[in-house]
């Protein structure tokens, strides 16, 4: 079977403490609701001592490149597609350790100018999105993010090692954390990843600069006229009505776009509305979009891939509140990431 042969594909990429790590596994996936790592030493596929989970999530060790290409290759032979893209999803969550103040590498989990202060440590998760309209998502990568570097740029290296796997063409989608030219400019050096992201509606993106006069001296203009989201300088050049069950999504789409530090990556900036029965906005403020894909591929398509988004959302809401994600308080961090990538697996 399937499942047998993934066990078996993880098992020979763990390199110290196999049998107790995967036993730790199967032990995730029976139990009803995980309180700690130790508790799960009360679970029947357990075969060991309470002791041993400690050490074990200290010492066990993954071989991680044989680790990913074992997730990606095994993913379900049903998994969706959308405009025969596979579609990813990005996005990091907290594990808060606000009484840990010796903590290795804690830092502020704060995201928002008006929320409170948080400490603890950030993961950013990469997942397979697999069915339209669930919460089904399959992990292909967990890094946690170091203080010393930022979201976009762990994202990054995430983007470009998911290029590396396969030629598959593959979409990621991210909300607007990721919305900024560190992130995106990634997207210039790989090959079969296209980013779609959400834009704050106040950011200002630029058109193709106007042709350079001959004998003009001074270097070529990077930048032609403004184009703000809040107000758009030009019709759009594609505009698309669909429903999407019984909501009616207005999309408009503006092409050759950039943004000021990313003058070289070209994209188009999306714009969704979502409307009443009476046909006027049904939100305050429209949701804007950034592609950096072929201009071809339906507005619904990319509507509908953003939208997928959310099952990142279900499954860590699942993962805490019934696998422990954020359950292993140790002060280890080798012990704290090792159980990440156990629920993971579970």
């Avoid at 095994?74 to 969706?80: I, P």
């Avoid at 990621?172 to 954390?177: H, N, P, R, Y």
């Amino acid at each position: 079977m399937r499942i047998q042969q993934f066990r078996k594909a993880v098992y020979q990429s763990i390199q110290k403490r196999a049998d107790a790590v995967l036993d730790l596994v199967d032990a995730l996936t029976v139990a009803g609701h995980v309180d700690s790592p130790v508790a799960l030493s009360e679970e029947a596929p357990f075969r060991r001592k309470f002791s041993s989970i400690f050490d074990t999530l200290q010492q066990g060790e993954f071989d991680f490149d044989q680790l990913l290409q074992a997730l990606y290759e095994y993913q379900s032979g049903s998994s969706e597609q959308i405009a025969d893209y596979e579609v990813y999803a990005l996005d990091c969550t907290p594990n808060e350790r606000p009484e840990a103040v010796t903590l290795e590498d804690r830092g502020s989990l704060k995201t928002q100018k008006n929320e409170p202060v948080r400490y603890g440590h950030k993961y950013s998760w990469l997942v397979r999105l697999m069915a339209w309209g669930t919460s089904w998502a399959a992990p292909v990568d967990i890094q946690r993010v170091d203080t010393s570097l930022t979201d976009s740029q762990v994202a990054s290296v995430q983007v470009k090692e998911l290029d590396l796997r396969h030629s598959k063409p593959k979409v990621v989608v991210g909300d607007s954390l990721y919305g900024n030219h560190l992130f995106l400019a990634i997207f210039l050096t790989v090959k079969n990843v296209f980013a779609l992201v959400r834009l704050r509606s106040n950011l200002v993106f630029y058109e193709h600069p106007a042709p350079r006069l001959k004998g003009t001296k001074g270097a070529p203009a990077k930048h032609g006229s403004k184009f703000k989201l809040s107000e758009p300088s030009r019709p759009p050049d594609r505009s698309e009505t669909f429903l999407l069950g019984k909501q009616t999504v207005k999309l408009q789409a503006w092409q050759g776009l950039h943004f000021k530090k990313l003058s070289t990556l070209v994209g188009m900036v999306l714009r969704v509305e979502f409307l009443r029965p009476d046909g006027t906005p049904r939100y305050k403020r429209p949701m804007w979009l950034f592609w950096s894909g072929p201009d071809n591929v339906a507005l619904k398509d990319l509507c509908r891939m953003y939208l997928w988004r959310f099952a990142i959302e279900h499954m860590f809401r699942f993962l805490k509140q019934h696998m422990g994600l954020n359950a292993n308080q140790s002060t280890n961090l080798v012990s704290t990431d090792q159980w990440m990538w156990l629920c993971a697996l579970a």
